[in-house]
C-alpha cells in the first residue's frame, strides 16, 4: 500500500523545537522531491519546505528561513522538518507530499489530496 504519512506534531512553548517525519511506505522516498505545507485555521495552505528529488537542492520560505531544516534520512524512508525557535504564528497542521518540485528559491506543488497532517501548536 502506498502511504505517506506525517508525525511528530505537539504542543511547545515559544522559542521550542519539534522534529516532523514523513514517512513513505509502498515506495521509495528518495526518488521524490518532497515539500512540507501548513494551514492555519482561517488562512491559505501555504509551502514551507521542499528538499529536491536528485541534487538535495532545499527551499526554505522567508518566515522560517534560520529556524526549519528539512533533511531525509534514506534508510528510514522519511524527510524530516526540524523546527526550532518555534512561534505562535508556526501554529497550524502540517502536511508533507511528493507532488512537488522546487529548487533553491522556488517551490511548485501539485498536489492532489492531502493526507491527515501533524499538529503543531506554539502557546505560552
Known amino acids: 500500500q502506498v502511504q505517506l504519512v506525517e508525525s511528530g506534531g505537539g504542543s511547545v512553548q515559544p522559542g521550542g523545537s519539534l522534529r516532523l517525519s514523513c514517512i513513505a511506505s509502498?515506495?521509495?522516498?528518495?526518488?521524490?522531491?518532497v515539500g512540507w505545507f501548513r494551514q492555519a485555521p482561517g488562512k491559505e495552505r501555504e509551502g514551507v519546505s521542499c528538499?529536491?528529488?536528485?541534487?538535495?537542492?532545499?527551499y526554505v520560505m522567508a518566515s522560517v528561513k534560520g529556524r526549519f531544516t528539512i533533511f531525509r534520512d534514506n534508510a528510514k524512508n522519511a524527510v524530516y522538518l526540524q523546527m526550532s525557535s518555534l512561534k505562535p504564528e508556526d501554529t497550524a497542521v502540517y502536511y508533507c507530499?511528493?507532488?512537488?518540485?522546487?529548487?533553491?528559491?522556488?517551490?511548485?506543488?501539485?498536489?492532489?489530496?492531502w493526507g491527515q497532517g501533524t499538529q503543531v501548536t506554539v502557546s505560552s
Open positions: 509502498g515506495f521509495t522516498l528518495e526518488h521524490y522531491a
Open positions: 528538499i529536491s528529488k536528485t541534487d538535495g537542492i532545499t
Open positions: 507530499s511528493t507532488e512537488v518540485a522546487c529548487g533553491s528559491t522556488w517551490f511548485s506543488e501539485f498536489v492532489k489530496s
